[in-house]
């Protein structure tokens, strides 16, 4: 099929029907009431087996599952790309590309952290895939996390780490990731285009939900003015960069005005789980309320524009969800957590 990989109606056509072979609700629900032993047998029959087979010699239980899935994951990541070409290509990898930013944040806090590369090649970046091989060889090979930036100044996102100081801490290197990404990728999606225009609402989106997390979570420390104005991300449209200086400047109070006067906003149902996460002392609630906005926009991928890279992008979000949810429904049978409860993160 390679002589198609160039047509957009096929690599659409094809993410598509990927997406319907994913788990619905239902079967995870099924998933989330069995015992642990079960779920290694459940996942395998759910289309990752051969990376079950793969690992099988090597892990057990949980490990097993979470290696099987990553594995399965970065292949499926790296083979959708494989088939896009031109333009959409361009759309697709610049959402893909998140994910590079993500395993050089797991190398970065292995460093930090001390980790192994035993424990890191377990958990989060499986050594059997080829794919992680790079990154493995960075955390053997760095002292500390300056000379982890210096190993990666040839990634798109190299000049960003190695401007930091040389005392910068974690929290300083995963900052300027988030910075470069969302900054780099709104750039990159400025060209006309219906698929573009969507994808960087979608970014948006998710630019407006860290500055409101990262509200909350200053208020909870009493953390205003400067010190909160550089936690916020510019690029949202809820709060434009233009509102950012005022709501650092009064915090939770001054965002709740500027998220009351868009209309566009649901704020009868964040303020109902605001009250939910206050009585539980724990912003649960918030997360769980923001992602489903998020996953909301993200569905209408499934079909606006089908021709186009939106429905690629859809499935690799919705396959990174799957695989998200199904490490959480792991660890939680794993760590003796109610059903219900798990339900109520994941569905």
Known sequence: MRMFSGNVPYVASRAKARRQALMDKARLRQLISQSPDQLTNTVAESGYQNEINLYASRYTGGDLVEAALTHNLENELDNMLSHCRGKVRKVVEIYSSRYEYQNAKAVLRAVANGIESEKLSKDILPDLNEINTPWIKILE???????????????????????????????????????????????????SGNDSRYLRNILATEIDHRNILNVLEASAFQIEGNALFEEL???????????????????RSAMMDVLRNNTKFDIAGFEDALQTAEKERSLDA?????????????????????????????????KV???????????GRLAGLPPDLLEAHIL
């Not at 190695?162 to 300027?176: C, F, G, I, K, W």
């Not at 233009?242 to 915090?251: K, T």
């Open 286 to 318: 918030v997360v769980t309320w923001l992602h489903a906005r998020e996953y909301a926009q993200m569905q209408k991928m499934s079909y606006l524009h089908p021709v186009s890279a939106l429905p690629i992008v859809y499935y690799i979000a919705m």
């Open 321 to 331: 969800k799957e695989v998200t949810d199904l490490r959480m429904i792991v660890r």
């Open 141 to 191: 090979s760095s002292d500390d996390l300056r000379s982890a930036a210096q190993q990666m100044r040839r990634k798109s996102f190299g000049s960003a780490l190695l401007n930091l100081p040389e005392d910068a801490r974690l929290s300083h290197y995963e900052d300027a990731l988030d910075r470069h990404y969302f900054a780099a990728s709104m750039k990159a999606l400025g060209h």
């Open 233 to 251: 991300l510019p690029g949202g449209r809820l709060m434009p960069q233009r509102a950012l200086s005022s709501v650092a400047n009064g915090g």
